[in-house]
């Protein structure tokens, strides 16, 4: 089975859809260069070390909300 290398999101924009990407390796490399642990991210971010690991290993797609908490720590570093 592949994994996904990517999470994927639609979302309403003036009636169009937009897709949005959320690169694993970008978020790994990301939370490495700030020297910040699976923890501190899912301190930082509200999600549990639990998700935060399945995310990162791409075992499987995460909600929305998730992908907005990821989003909103990228974009913020």
């Known amino acids: 089975m592949v994994k996904p290398s990517h999470f994927y999101r639609k979302f309403a924009l003036k009636g169009k859809y937009i897709a949005l990407w959320i690169s694993i390796n970008l978020l790994k490399n990301r939370r490495a260069l700030l020297g910040l642990t699976q923890q501190d991210l899912a301190d ?26 990821l989003h909103r720590f990228l974009r913020n570093n």
């Open 44 to 69: 930082y971010t509200g999600l549990s070390p639990q998700i935060i690991k399945s995310i990162e290993t791409g075992k499987q797609i995460h909600k929305r909300s998730y992908q907005e908490r």
